[in-house]
C-alpha cells in the first residue's frame, strides 16, 4: 500500500527550497586543493603558447586541453564534486577573462605576432592566478 503525503504548506515548501539552495551553495563552495590552482594556471599558460610551435600545434592544444579537463575532474572527483561551477564572481570573471586571453593568443598565433602570443600566454595564466586567489579566499573564509 502506497503511503500518501500530505501536501506541504507553503512555509514548509520555501524552508525545503531554501535548504536545496543551501546544499547546492555548499557543493560549489567546497575548497579544492592548493596544488590545482598552480597546475592549471601553468597548464593554461603552455595552452596559450602552442601557437608558437612549428608543428602538431593542434594537437598539443588539444593533448593540455585534455589534460586540464582530466586534471580538474579528478580533483573534483576526489573532493565529491566533479562538475561544481564556483559561485565567486570573481574567480568566473577572472577565467572568462583567461579564456579570452587563450583565444587571442590563438588568434596572435595565426598572424605571426610572436610578441602577442606570449604576452596572451602571461596574461591567461595571471589572470586564472588571481582568479585562484579570489577562489581560495571565499572557500576558506
Known amino acids: 500500500m502506497e503511503s500518501i503525503e500530505p501536501t506541504p504548506n507553503r512555509h514548509q515548501a520555501a ?5 536545496v539552495a543551501a546544499a547546492q551553495h ?44 582530466a586534471l580538474n575532474y579528478w580533483a573534483g572527483h576526489q573532493i565529491g ?17 583567461s579564456a579570452v586571453f587563450l583565444a587571442t593568443a590563438m588568434i ?6 610572436t610578441w602577442l602570443v606570449v604576452a596572451c600566454a602571461a596574461g591567461t595564466s595571471i589572470s586564472y592566478t588571481i582568479g585562484s586567489v579570489l577562489h ?4 576558506r573564509g
Open 108 to 113: 596572435a598565433g595565426d598572424a605571426d605576432a
Open 81 to 97: 564534486t566533479p562538475f561544481a561551477i564556483p559561485t565567486s564572481r570573481g574567480f568566473l570573471a577572472a577565467v572568462a577573462l
Open 26 to 69: 555548499a557543493v560549489r563552495n567546497r575548497p579544492w586543493p592548493r596544488w590545482i590552482y598552480p597546475a592549471n594556471a601553468l597548464l593554461l599558460g603552455a595552452m596559450a603558447l602552442t601557437p608558437l610551435l612549428e608543428s602538431a600545434r593542434l594537437g598539443a592544444w588539444i593533448t593540455l586541453g585534455i589534460a586540464v579537463f
Open 15 to 19: 524552508a525545503d527550497l531554501d535548504a
Open 136 to 139: 581560495h579566499r571565499s572557500t
